[in-house]
C-alpha cells in the first residue's frame, strides 16, 4: 500500500521459518522454478525458449515410456507442466512487466539482465523522422546511463579496492562522492574500495558466523514461538544482506535494503537492534516453555 518495494520483498525471508517448521518442500520447488522460468523469458528468445520447454518435455516422456505405459497420469503431469510453463511464459510474464510492475520497477529488472527496456509507448516514435528518431536514441540513452549511473559506480568503487583496498578512507570514488548512497544502500562500496577483496570477504564472513549463531541459539529454545522468531530474525538478516551486496555489484536490482548494522540511518538501526535484543531476552528465558 505504500509503494514500498523492497520492503514488501523482506517478507519473502519468512519462508524460512515457515520451512523449518514444516512447509512442504514443493512450495518453495515452485517459487524457485517460477523465477528461474522468469529470468529465462527475459534473457531467451519467446520462441527459443518454448521449444526448449517442449524438448525437455519430449525428453521426460521418453525417459519414462515404461512408467507412463503402467499409469498414464504421469503423462497428464508432465504434459500440465509444460502447458503451465509455456503459458507463463508466453502470457504470465508479460502481463505482469506490462500492467503489474511500474515502468522503473521494469528497467531495473531488465538492466540488471544486461537487456534493453523498450516502453510500451514507442509507436510515436517511430512514426518521427530520422532525426528526431536520433534525438528520441540519444535521450532515451542519457537516461539509461542516468538510471544505471548508481550501479555502474558501486562496481567502478569495488572493482577498483583490488585484494588489499586502498586503506581506510583514502578510496578516490567514494571519497569523491562518485556513488550515490554510499553511505546507506550502498554502504558496501566503501568497504570493497577501502578494504578490498579480503575486507569484503571479512565483512560477509562475520555476517555468515552471526547469522550461523542465531541458527545455533533457535535450534536450542524449548518455545516453538522463541524458535520461529529466532529463524526469522536469521531470514530477515540474510534477505538483506544477499540483496543488499547483490545490489551493489549488479547481482540484483536495485531495491533500496540497507546493510544491516551497517548503514547509516536510525530507523534500520533501530530495527535490526529491537529484533536481536528480543532474542537475546528470549533466548536468556529459554528454560521457560512458553504457550
Known amino acids: 500500500m505504500q509503494n514500498e518495494t523492497g520492503l514488501a520483498l523482506v517478507y519473502f525471508s519468512f519462508l524460512i521459518p515457515m520451512y523449518r517448521e514444516g512447509l512442504p518442500p514443493v512450495y518453495l520447488i515452485i517459487g524457485f522454478s517460477f523465477a528461474i522460468l522468469v529470468v529465462a523469458t527475459i534473457l531467451v528468445d519467446k520462441n527459443t525458449l518454448a521449444i526448449i520447454l517442449t524438448t525437455i518435455a519430449a525428453i521426460s516422456i521418453y525417459l519414462l515410456r ?37 515502468p522503473y520497477q521494469v528497467e531495473r529488472i531488465l538492466n540488471t539482465f ?28 542519457l537516461k539509461k546511463a542516468r538510471e544505471n549511473y548508481s550501479v555502474k559506480q558501486s562496481k567502478i568503487a569495488i572493482g577498483s579496492g583490488g585484494v588489499m583496498g586502498k586503506g581506510f578512507l583514502k578510496g578516490t570514488q567514494t571519497q569523491g562522492d562518485f556513488v550515490p548512497e554510499q553511505h546507506t544502500d550502498f554502504i558496501f562500496t566503501s568497504v570493497g574500495e577501502n578494504f578490498g577483496f579480503v575486507g569484503s570477504s571479512l565483512i560477509v564472513l562475520l555476517y555468515l558466523l ?18 520461529v522468531y529466532a529463524y526469522s530474525v536469521a531470514a530477515i538478516l540474510f534477505f ?3 540483496i543488499n551486496i547483490c545490489m551493489t555489484v549488479g547481482l540484483a536490482p536495485v531495491i533500496g535494503i540497507t546493510l544491516p548494522l551497517m548503514s547509516y540511518g536510525g530507523s534500520s538501526l533501530l530495527t535490526f537492534t529491537i529484533l536481536i535484543f528480543i532474542l537475546v531476552r528470549l533466548d536468556a528465558d529459554r528454560q521457560m516453555i512458553l504457550k
Open 66 to 102: 515404461k512408467n507412463i505405459y503402467k499409469d498414464k497420469g504421469i503423462l497428464i503431469v508432465i504434459l500440465g507442466i509444460w502447458i503451465l510453463c509455456v503459458g507463463i511464459q508466453r502470457f504470465v510474464v508479460p502481463y505482469i512487466f506490462k500492467h503489474v510492475l511500474q
Open 114 to 141: 544486461g537487456v534493453d527496456y523498450v516502453p510500451e509507448d514507442n509507436t510515436a516514435a517511430q512514426k518521427l523522422d530520422e532525426q528526431k528518431e536520433r534525438e528520441a536514441l540519444k535521450i532515451k540513452k
Open 210 to 227: 552471526f547469522m550461523l549463531r542465531i541458527v545455533y541459539l533457535a535450534e536450542r529454545q524449548r518455545s516453538t514461538f522463541s524458535r
Open 240 to 242: 538483506h544482506v544477499t
